[in-house]
Every structure is written in structure tokens, then in C-alpha cells.
């Protein structure tokens, strides 16, 4: 059984479908990571098929009333608990002291050291962190960094096995076009934060498109910052070169539209308390799935591993280095080239399925 928070998409989304075809029984439970984000649900599969289903609205004190829902909707005995976080991994806790659990997956997509502003609810959290993290039989991380967090924050405290489980896409079903697109096209995709540096972006955008003024960005997603970032785009005379798209439910639709552009950006504000240190961005598997070459700045832990393979740059965070070498790619057809090849071949090692089937490949030693 797999039970997650969820906000549109997610890795354990992701997981479900691949589950579905290889396991006799499934049971997945999804809780709104959010007030307005949707209902709690569960879908039960036996043998691939949808045999189950049932939804009901967030309650009041609903962190609360997720972990007693997940409770209530466990029946029967089950094989092996995925946990998408470490308060869901308490309730796969008392499952397996019950014995309705045999073995319990920790799988951790984020981390921070300040989760939350508020110092007690920050503490809270990483008390439910540690527990989870220390008692499940094996640790899903997303990337390495958070595993090396843990190691920091726990000293030598006793931790369940780490595997590194990285984020990954459905390469196989994206539609790459053979060569770049003749027009130059940016691309951005994301959550609207201050945070996610996109304003970096636009702020180079008038000197690149002075020397290629057939440059224009598109920009794939919504959040609270959009309202800044179209009135600086106004304000810097670009406005007309930015399409601010929103957020697209459909990720067939986002990955057809990034196919059609020729760089994609991930310019992260520098922040050492950001999610995005110890974070396997998804934006970035899915630009390097679409033949995108990726200029970023050293803040993701793939951040490196993108340059190492020449399928990207890493980048300060200066607006005139982001047009500087947004420039040399896009004046160069070969090097241009040259980094779609490699961003293709890297993010190939990223299908969900090879992910997933190496992640527990590796955990059944502790599986067992």
C-alpha cells in the first residue's frame, strides 16, 4: 500500500501507475497536501484493475484527521507500506506494531532543515522526521543530499538503510523533435515563487534579446509571484515576448510544449535553508526528457552531474552570465546540438520505470 500527500502531481502518483501492473493487491491513499488542494481518496487495484474507490473532504485539524483516515482505510494485512512522508510513515509505524504492516518504506521527496518558519512546529517536524526516519526499514531519498541532512542533524544515531531513489519521467511517451527549434524559445516550468529565480530570468531577457531579438520565454505554471514577475516584464519592455501559459493540469501537454523549445531554466535563488539543496527538482528530468539543455544555478544536487554530462551550465546568480551563456548556446547550432544529444541520453536514465525497478531492486535486501 502506498499512501502520500499530494499537490497536482508527484512522484508517489507516479509510483501508483507503475505499481498497478505488478502487484496483485494495491491500496493508495491520498491526502490534499493543502486546504483547497482537493479531497482525501483511496483507490484499491487488485490485478491491475480498479476494484475501489471512495473520496471525502478535508476536515478541520486535517493533518490530524489524515493520519486516523489512513488508519481507518487499512484493512486487511499488507506486505510492504510506502509512506510519501514522515507523518503518513507514523501511521505505517503503528501498522506494523499491529502487525497489519510487514515493512515499511520511508519515501522522503523533500527535505529542509527550516521546514517551517515557525521554530515550534519546525522542531515538531523534524521530531516526526526522525522517528520515521530512524524506524522504517528503508529510506527513499530523492537525492543523496538528504540522506547526508539526516546524518547532520541525527549524529550517530541509529537510521534505517538509504537508498537514493532520484526523480524521474516518462521518457518513452514525449514527443523530441530531431534537431532544435528554429525560433529560440525559452522555457521555464514551475511553481511561481521568488525562490524558483525566474525573475533572474526576465531580468536578463532584454540585453539576450538585443543581440537575438527573436528570443521570447515561455513560462509553464502558476503560484503568488506571477503578479511581480508580469509587471517587471512590463516594466523591463518585454512583456510581449513572455507567455505566462499558467499551470497545465495535463503533463502530456507540458512536456509537448517544452519539446518545442530550444533551453530550459532552472535558475534558483542561492539560499541555504532551500528546499531545492536537498531536492531532486522534477522540472529538470522533464527539460532533460525533452531534449532541453538545462542552465542552472548550483543549488539542486544534479546541478553538477547536468554540466559533468554536457546536457547544461551551471550559472552564478548574475543576470548578465544567465544572458551570457544563454547567448553562446543559442549562437552556436553545434554546441547547441551537441547539448540536446547529451541532455536526451541523461535523462533516458530517468524513466519511471528503470527508477523505480532500481529502487527496489535495492531495498529488498531489507525487504525481506
Known sequence: MLATHYYATGPALD?????????????????????????SYVRRYEAGRLTQT?????????????????????????????????????????????????????????????RFSNPVLNRVYHRIDRLAAQHADVVWN????????RRARDGRAAAAPQVVVPLGTYFDRIPRSSSAPSVPRLAFLGHLLEKQG??????????????????????????????????????????????????????????RRLAGCTLG??????????????????????????????????????ALLVEERGAGRIVPYEPAALAETIIDYLSDPQRL?????????????????RVFGAAFLSSAPYLR
Open 337 to 353: 546540438e551537441r547539448a540536446r544529444a547529451a541532455a536526451m541520453e541523461l535523462g533516458a536514465e530517468y524513466a519511471w520505470d
Open 198 to 255: 525566474l525573475q533572474l530570468v526576465i531580468e536578463a531577457l532584454p540585453s539576450i534579446r538585443r543581440r537575438l531579438p527573436a528570443v521570447t520565454l515561455l513560462v509553464l505554471g502558476d503560484g503568488p509571484y506571477r503578479g511581480a514577475l508580469e509587471r517587471q516584464s512590463a516594466n523591463l519592455g518585454v512583456a510581449k515576448a513572455v507567455e505566462f501559459a499558467g499551470f497545465i493540469d495535463d503533463h502530456r501537454e507540458v512536456e
Open 265 to 302: 531554466l532552472a535558475p534558483y535563488v542561492p539560499d541555504p535553508d532551500s528546499f531545492s539543496r536537498f531536492a531532486d527538482p522534477g522540472k529538470i528530468k522533464t527539460y532533460l526528457a525533452c531534449g532541453l539543455p538545462v542552465i542552472l544555478t548550483d543549488v539542486p544536487p544534479i
Open 142 to 149: 530523492v537525492s543523496a543530499a538528504i540522506g547526508a541532512a
Open 15 to 39: 509510483l501508483e501507475v507503475y505499481l498497478q501492473p505488478v502487484t496483485d493487491d494495491l491500496l493508495f491513499i491520498g491526502h490534499p497536501l493543502f486546504a483547497r488542494g482537493g479531497p
Open 54 to 114: 471512495l473520496e471525502k473532504p478535508p476536515r478541520a485539524g486535517r493533518f490530524v484527521a489524515d493520519l486516523w483516515r489512513t488508519l481507518r482505510w487499512v484493512d486487511g494485512r499488507w506486505d510492504l507500506f510506502i509512506a510519501g512522508d514522515p507523518l503518513l510513515a507514523i501511521a505505517g509505524l503503528w501498522l506494523r506494531r499491529r502487525r497489519r504492516v510487514r515493512r515499511l518504506v520511508l519515501y522522503s521527496i523533500d527535505y529542509s532543515p527550516r
